[in-house]
Structure formats: C-alpha cells, structure tokens
C-alpha cells in the first residue's frame, strides 16, 4: 500500500506551490520537455482518448505568433518565459481508441460525428492532462504558470489552421523567480467547495 | 530552487499510478477527506475562481441515491467504493470572485449573465481540480478511480435538485486493492501528443 508523500513533496506539489509569473533566464530543454510529457501522459483520462495536445511554443518566431492572442496583461510575462505551453484537444483523439482503448470496440463510433460529446470530452479531458501538466512540471522542479487570458479563435488560427485541434489554456513555464510572485489569492473554506454526504 | 521529487514519489503520482477498481474494505474518515481538500484547494484555477464542488459519497443512503445515474458496468465497483466523490461546479461561482480575486474589482459582472462564459469556465477549471483531485489522493496514499460513465442530469436532479450546481465526474476513492486493476492502456507517443516550435 501506498504512504503519504513526504512533507517536503506536499509542499513543493501543493502547500507552497505558486502560479509563477516571471523567471531565471536559464531554457528548458528538449529532454526537460520530454520528461514532462513521459510523467503527464500517465495520468488518467476518460476511455484512455488522451484528447489533449501540446504545443511547447520556445521559438522567438512561435513566440510572435502567439504574442496577438494573449491579453495585454499577460504579454510581456509569456514574451520572457523560456517555454509557454499551449494546451490543446484534437477534435479527431477519437481516432486513436481502436489502439488506445481496445476494451471496448464501439468507442471510436460513440463519437464520430457527435460534434457535442467530442467538445465536452476533449475540454474535459484536456483540461485534467493540463492540470497534470502543470503538477508534473512542479514535480521535476519546474514552475508553471497558467492562463486563460488570451484569444483562443486567434491561437486556433495562428498555431492550427487545418482546425483539427483547439486551444483550451496556456502554461508558461521555467525555473521559477519567486520575485515575480502576486500575493497568494485565499482559498474557499471546506463548507463551501464541499460535503460529506 | 526546486528539486525534482524523488522516483518513489514520481511513481506513486505517475509511472506506477492506475486507476483502481476495487479498494479495501477499510473506510476513510472525515479527517482525511479534509486532508485531501486541504490539498487540492492550492491548485490554480483561471482568476482564483475555484468552481469546483464535491459531495463525497459515503454513506449508504448517498450512494443508493447515486446509483440509479451510473452506466452499468460502473454499479458494483462504485456500490463497493469506501467513497465516491461527484466533481462538480458551481454556476454562481463568480460570487466569490469580489473575496476570492479582488485584484480585478469587474471579474464577477464579467460573468453575470454569461451563461456561455460559466460554462466553459466551469468545466475546465472544475476539471483541473478534479486532476489536482486525482493527484492529491494519490500523494495522500490513497487511490483514485475517475468515471464519466454516467448520467449527469440524473446526478443533478438527485444531489443538486436546486440547478445551482452541475456534476462533471466521479472518482471513487479509498485504499487500494491492485487485485481489480485492469491491463493497462497504452500511452500516444511524445510526436502525436507534442510538438517543440
């Protein structure tokens, strides 16, 4: 059976943790960027789809791509941060469940042509491997910074003109410089985000 | 700086983790589903929001009362479950946001009346605090078992019958029994899920 992870891990995971808003002028390498992916991708998604896609945007040239679709507020910290993520769902994952979820034959069909089900699915899904984005990140030492603040239609047309795939948020990510940090926003207390029923 | 967690703790989170189907018969408390919570609120959500609800599911009324919404082949597991959580959202959450967000004085009637805005912003950000959900139960020791095979409306009408809140996913929660485990899927390759630019 599994024990608690250390404090230390507590910590560095959740307690401590802060959505980073500036960083140390050191790059993220194509191994690091591996590394995050090979720990995110164990994560856990609906019918094994793993609808979600990534886009590592390190580039000066990707990076001007991306610089029209993002609020004012959020420019000038994506512009500086080594890697921005962008999280992403294939509109077509289904395609994959034949290989990807052999268990149950009539998965690919459940969702070809049910425009609905594939856009709750894959906003859903990619979301939770985005969330595993971001924890694996912190996990091997990284910061992240997430953002919804940006102009999806926009990234869509820069980064995906087939249309296949579709935005959903942005991570920016580094090694962290707490001196960027805002003062940590409060939490709801557990009578209001939940019940013991 | 942060340091990568060490392997045991990346397995527990990721290479080694799965999704449970069968836990022991060894109940959790109140104190730990507090721990949990306790973890998860730290994770970001797009302006502090913090959508997500949850009923955990624990007693024998409660799960009969779950019953009747979920897709066949998920009764018996979730019937056995020490604990069910229902990930939800709540649509008036841009309430909190003059307490939760204060540093943007107009992000609640950014909201009001969106019904569109609501929504997605639910879903996704409800959806990472599921994942943070998932990740918390495993730091904790615990195991997770997260489900959409089920009725969602039928959820709603009967935990949520007021309309304020909406169901996203379940995950059954309690100690692991590796016995239940399915084979496990396969992961897409680093080149279909990622691309460096």
Same mark, same amino acid.
């Given at each position: ?5 250390? +404090? ?6 959740? @307690? +401590?943790?802060?959505?980073?808003? #500036? ?18 991708? $164990?994560?856990?998604? %609906? ?11 390190? %580039? ?15 420019? +000038? ?41 594939? +856009? ?35 990234? =869509?047309?820069? @980064?995906?003109? =087939? /249309? #296949? $795939?579709? %935005? ?5 990510? /580094? ?14 207390? @557990? ?7």
């Amino acid at each position: 059976m599994s024990e608690a992870l250390s +404090d230390t891990a507590l910590k560095q995971l959740f @307690f +401590d943790a802060r959505t980073f808003n #500036k960083f140390q002028p050191r790059p993220i390498d194509d191994a690091t960027l591996h590394s995050l992916v090979d720990l995110m991708k $164990w994560g856990p998604t %609906s019918m094994n789809s793993q609808p979600a896609r990534v886009v590592f945007v390190r %580039s000066p040239e990707a990076k001007e791509k991306l610089k029209g679709a993002l609020m004012g507020g959020n420019v +000038d910290k994506t512009m500086a941060a080594p890697v921005t993520a962008i999280v992403a769902y294939d509109t077509e994952f289904h395609e994959n469940l034949p290989t990807q979820f052999p268990a149950m034959p009539g998965a690919r069909d459940m969702f070809h042509g049910n425009a609905g089900l594939i +856009d709750t699915t894959g906003l859903r899904n990619s979301s939770l491997q985005g969330a595993y984005l971001i924890l694996a990140a912190r996990s091997l030492g990284l910061a992240a910074g997430p953002m919804s603040g940006f102009n999806n239609t926009a990234v =869509d047309a820069a @980064f995906f003109p =087939d /249309g #296949k $795939w579709k %935005s959903n948020f942005l991570v920016n990510l /580094g090694y962290g410089d707490a001196s960027g940090n805002h003062p940590r926003g409060p939490r709801l207390p @557990f009578h209001t985000m939940a019940r013991i029923a």
